[in-house]
């Protein structure tokens, strides 16, 4: 590590206990009827004096301090209270809160304790079936030991989903599908700047959603940044999108409003200062897949 990254240490040590390590959250929006059945949990850190920072701003540097199993650990346990606690705000109203979808590392799927740490706290958390999904890499399954069907399979008995996050980018692709026992894929934002380009990368990327759908899965598609590839998205029938059209993470508070349904993505849209603003959709394309309170996990 350079000096400049040792200074980092004793504050990433720090940041487990003063509250500076954070998770954000983003909705997954369904592109048919505009509610958000589904967030995905983002790490970040809120450094004292480098701002909010991305795990590639600091992940290298757990890792180098051994710090990378704790850092996993954290998250995971966060995303479960987490969600435990939207179930909890919608007590006794008709509001089924959003399924959250937390990234899992291929040093945690390796680890012997993995599955039994994911029951651990399920449990102990009392988290209904289907409120927690588990996203890994597809090469991350794909470079996998011989077991991870049979792995897969015990965390969903426990009562998460399990999906694959950036699918498409690993030459694996189909076979993932066939293999592993899996609800959800999401379609890695690449292809979706393919479809733009021609009508080949759209042709491409409409029989992946069709194979997926052939094996009763859901198909998110990550990166959805304008009005118009989410209406050709939804022409494609692909079920959910996620991007800066309708939301960027966003810090706990908020989150926990959009999961019960009572604020819209476009509140925080404003907050991410001019470059966002750009991008920001007009009035008649918010239109185009319209927000509405959540109605049921997925």
């Keep these: ?14 940041a487990f206990d003063d509250g500076s390590l954070q998770l954000h959250y983003q909705p997954e929006v369904d592109l048919h009827n505009g509610s958000v059945p589904a967030m995905e ?9 480098r701002g909010l920072m991305r795990p590639s701003q600091f992940m290298p540097v757990a890792e180098a301090a051994g710090l990378s199993e704790q850092v996993g650990r954290w998250v995971l346990r966060t995303a479960v209270t987490e969600a435990r606690t939207w179930h909890e705000m919608a007590s006794g109203t008709m ?3 959003p399924r959250l979808w937390v990234n899992v ?62 699918f498409g980018t690993w030459y694996a692709s189909m076979s993932t599908l066939d293999v592993l026992p899996l609800d959800m894929v999401k379609i890695d934002g690449r292809f979706l700047h393919a479809m733009q ?3 080949e990368g759209e042709a491409v990327l409409a029989s992946i959603i069709t194979l997926a759908h052939r094996r009763r899965l859901m198909v998110a598609a990550e990166g ?24 960027p993470p966003v810090p706990t508070d908020d989150a926990r409003m959009i999961a019960l349904g009572r ?15 750009s991008s920001r959709p007009t009035s008649r ?14």
């Design 263 to 277: 604020g819209r993505p476009d509140r925080w849209q404003q907050r991410s200062g001019p470059s966002a603003a």
């Design 105 to 166: 590392t291929a040093d945690q799927l390796t680890r012997p304790d993995f599955a039994a740490e994911v029951e651990h706290l399920v449990r102990d958390r009392g988290l209904p079936p289907g409120a927690l999904g588990l996203e890994f890499t597809e090469q991350t399954l794909g470079l996998a030991h011989i077991g991870v069907p049979r792995l897969l399979a015990q965390l969903r008995s426990f009562g998460p989903a399990i999906g694959v996050d950036g």
């Design 95 to 97: 509001i089924r809160p």
């Design 224 to 247: 959805v940044d304008s009005a118009v590839i989410a209406s050709r998205l939804a022409a494609m029938n692909c079920d959910r999108g996620a991007g800066r059209l309708f939301c």
């Design 1 to 14: 590590m350079t000096a400049l990254e040792l200074n980092l240490v004793p504050a990433l040590c720090a």
């Design 197 to 199: 380009r021609d009508l």
């Design 41 to 49: 949990a983002f790490l970040r850190w809120q450094h004292p004096d």
């Design 285 to 298: 394309h918010a239109a185009t897949v319209p927000m509405r309170a959540p109605a049921g996990a997925g």
